[in-house]
């Protein structure tokens, strides 16, 4: 985990992103509290702050019923708007120079890559922990388990800007970083294709998680 002076962020918003590191999954403000055990105006402020330096990304959950969605919030991923303007030019770099672009975005991803995850409960960790917001069908609410054949939905791209520039470099690099993550391990036998949409604005991305020898 990154500290607060790798980040370039105040100690008292650390803590902020320490409980959305560590919860896994996007955080209503409720539960950002409950976790911190700051006052609920502090962790707004906290929050407004971590946006404003692109740490923190933030939508609304999906209707449940009566009243307003709850606002969700994530790690944002690549924090640094300097740093994700780097990564676009590098990317575009790539892109035009490269004899196969996609070859070595997906060089890149495995190299990203630090070990194997162990459930698919790990992979949806791992997602949110490098800031993609992702979203799964509740397992009850559906007759095949997960992975099953549902997408993992990502609402958030950590590069973004790069993968608008240069999608043939970075939406392999996300996929080949997935699929480091699955080999090896447990999920080994299944292959993650991606599905970009972000890039377009329509909608989130769509990660599939197949077996290898279906790859349709």
């Known amino acids: 985990m ?5 980040r370039g962020v105040p100690a008292t918003h650390q ?21 911190t055990g700051r006052h609920p105006h502090t962790v ?11 740490w923190v990304s933030s939508r ?14 994530s790690l944002a991923g690549a924090g640094s708007h300097r740093q994700a303007d780097v990564i676009a030019a590098l990317a575009v770099e790539v892109a ?23 459930s698919y409960e790990g992979l949806v960790a791992a997602l949110h922990r490098s800031g993609y917001d992702p979203e799964v069908d509740d397992p009850e609410a559906s007759d095949d388990p997960p992975p099953g054949p549902a997408a993992i939905r990502l609402h958030q791209c ?3 800007a790069a993968a608008q520039a240069a999608t043939s470099v970075i939406c392999p690099m996300h996929e080949a970083l997935v699929g480091e993550w699955l080999r090896d391990g447990p999920l080994g036998d299944l292959t993650a294709n991606l599905e970009p949409h972000l890039v377009d604005d ?15």
């Open 60 to 73: 609304m959950s999906a209707p449940t019923g009566r009243g307003r969605p709850a606002q969700l919030y």
């Open 44 to 54: 707004r402020e906290h929050l407004a702050d971590l946006r404003a330096w692109g």
């Open 202 to 216: 329509a909608g989130p991305c769509l990660l599939h998680l197949r077996p290898t020898r279906d790859r349709s």
């Open 15 to 35: 803590r902020v992103l320490d409980a959305l590191e560590q919860a896994g999954h996007a955080c209503t403000l409720k539960e950002l509290v409950a976790r």
């Open 158 to 160: 950590p590069y973004l």
């Open 96 to 118: 035009g120079s490269a004899d196969d672009p996609r070859a070595v975005g997906a060089r890149i991803g495995r190299a990203l890559a630090s070990g194997h995850v162990d």
């Open 2 to 6: 990154m500290s607060g002076t790798d």
